[in-house]
T-cell receptor, first 110, second 114 residues
Framework: KAGVTQTPRYLIKTRGQQVTLSCSPISGHRSVSWYQQTPGQGLQFLFEYFSETQRNKGNFPGRFSGRQFSNSRSEMNVSTLELGDSALYLC?????????FGQGTRLTVV | ELKVEQNPLFLSMQEGKNYTIYCNYSTTSDRLYWYRQDPGKSLESLFVLLSNGAVKQEGRLMASLDTKARLSTLHITAAVHDLSATYFCAEPSTLIQGAQKLVFGQGTRLTINP
């Protein structure tokens, strides 16, 4: 059974640009959560999607958005990038209360 | 707001020694998760503790949960270098519409020296 796949693995962007990250959950899982990991703030919840609907969002500005497609794949978008957005972005495929994490996307904003 | 606190945050120990990482959480949640993270890598699920008194063991790692004390422990027995990593505990928080998010502790960076 394939795990959670995140693409790309690494990304370098310039301040002010926007970026889109992708996450394919484990087959059959309908819930996808996103987390941001930084040295200063640790692991923080971004948002959660289920059946193409965003059910919950963490305490992040509106520049952070996402969506989920009918095949449960999810994307998150960050617009007008700031240096502080540099982080490891982790996607979790959730079922039965268990979260399985992808390899993450390392975003560097310069 | 849920809060999960781990201690110690940094732990350097010698191979062969035993040690315990503590995780205090803020609600009466009946489950607790432990993850391992290697540098630059993702989170690997170690244990899911589902009820008060739960104890799980895998190799040299053993985790336990005391929901009354709101405390979970991760005990390392006879440490080996391969266990060097950052360990996170996480508490699930039930959100609206039945969704859950994980609230993570700060992580314990464990370094095991030969």
């Amino acid at each position: 059974k394939a795990g959670v796949t995140q693409t790309p693995r690494y990304l370098i962007k310039t301040r002010g640009q926007q970026v889109t990250l992708s996450c394919s959950p484990i087959s059959g899982h309908r819930s996808v959560s996103w987390y941001q990991q930084t040295p200063g703030q640790g692991l923080q919840f971004l948002f959660e999607y289920f059946s193409e609907t965003q059910r919950n969002k963490g305490n992040f500005p509106g520049r952070f958005s996402g969506r989920q497609f009918s095949n449960s794949r999810s994307e998150m978008n960050v617009s007008t990038l700031e240096l502080g957005d540099s982080a490891l972005y982790l996607c979790a495929s959730v079922a039965g209360g268990l979260a399985f994490f992808g390899q993450g996307t390392r975003l560097t904003v310069v | 707001e849920l809060k999960v606190e781990q201690n110690p945050l940094f732990l350097s120990m010698q191979e062969g020694k035993n040690y315990t990482i503590y995780c205090n959480y803020s609600t009466t949640s009946d489950r607790l998760y432990w993850y391992r993270q290697d540098p630059g890598k993702s989170l690997e699920s170690l244990f899911v503790l589902l009820s008060n008194g739960a104890v799980k063991q895998e190799g040299r790692l053993m985790a336990s949960l005391d929901t009354k004390a709101r405390l979970s422990t991760l005990h390392i027995t006879a440490a080996v270098h391969d266990l060097s990593a950052t360990y996170f505990c996480a508490e699930p928080s039930t959100l609206i519409q039945g969704a859950q998010k994980l609230v993570f502790g700060q992580g314990t960076r464990l370094t095991i020296n030969p």
